[in-house]
């Protein structure tokens, strides 16, 4: 992945990984589309041993992951990050040090892994050629040639819904899709009417679009008390917006029901996956620019 764009997937299903960003493999060539074939197809039988060292150093049977995340970041303040986590079973196992070339048991459980990957030199020497150049190398190049793809930016498509409970509450849905880049602010608010209760707010995830783009919904509950006092808007904010989008609500007679554009596939991504892409990344007033790499979608399972 290049920040949130990815290039490149592959399960073991395939007999080699497929392009999913022309553009990158453009920008790279024929050089970079070798290597990173290479680095994932090394890295399915990497996952397979360590899996099958977690289960028989705890004596596991059954149905268990193993998943690896790893990449490097360059901050617009010009400092550098990169990093490489291991996780069993979805949570943190072990870690490696870039800096000092050293791994990291996460938890006590892990020593067994960490002396057995510290023993191994020669697979040190990769990771140390890999994690300290060869990533920001190709970082450098896709910051530089990609910048009309990495900072575009897609107005969304807005529009609010509703239906109404047995009752007598309404459900009033502000479904926001088609945008990029990412980050955006949605919210519910109550006109001449004060604060809303959160408690009647539901905030759901900014989701992916299969074109690369992004959704959101807001929902707010009402009574039917409520509906009668105020009058409601939905507050649209993104980047690509001249001004903020304001989308009312008032009193209708017709429940309108549609199929909105842009819903595509809602995929899960595990909370340790989250969490290992972005522990360094999220820094505070700054632009991060980020190339990741990791296991294939689904982690590798064994039953």
Known sequence: MINDVQHTYYDSSMERPVVRAEWVINILGTEFWDRQSWLILSCQPRIRWSLKLAEEHFNHTGTHTYQIAGGCEIHENGTRDSYLFHAYDGKDFVGFDVNTLSWIAIVPQANFYKRIREADNKRRVVENEFYRTVCFDWLE???????????????????????????????LICHVTGFYPYEIDVKWIREGGGSLNEK??????????????????????????????????????????????????????????????????????????????????????????????RDPQKAYSKS
């Not at 649209?236 to 609500?249: I, N, R």
Request: hydrophobic share 35%.
């Open 200 to 293: 009647d707010v539901w905030h759901g995830e900014v989701l992916p679009n299969e074109d690369g783009t992004y959704q959101q919904r807001k929902t707010l509950r009402l009574t039917a008390k409520e509906q009668d006092e105020y009058k409601y808007a939905c507050h649209v904010q993104h980047v690509s917006l001249e001004e903020v989008k304001v989308l009312k609500w008032g009193h209708v007679k017709l429940c309108l029901y549609a199929l909105l554009p842009g819903i595509h596939q809602n995929y899960a991504k595990s909370r340790w996956q989250d969490l290992a892409l972005e522990r360094n990344y999220r820094k505070t007033g700054l632009t991060v620019h980020k190339l990741a790499f």
């Open 141 to 171: 190049t896709l910051i530089h040639h990609g910048r009309k793809h990495l900072e575009r930016k897609v107005r969304p498509d807005m529009a609010v819904i509703w239906k109404k409970n047995l009752n007598s509450e309404i459900h």
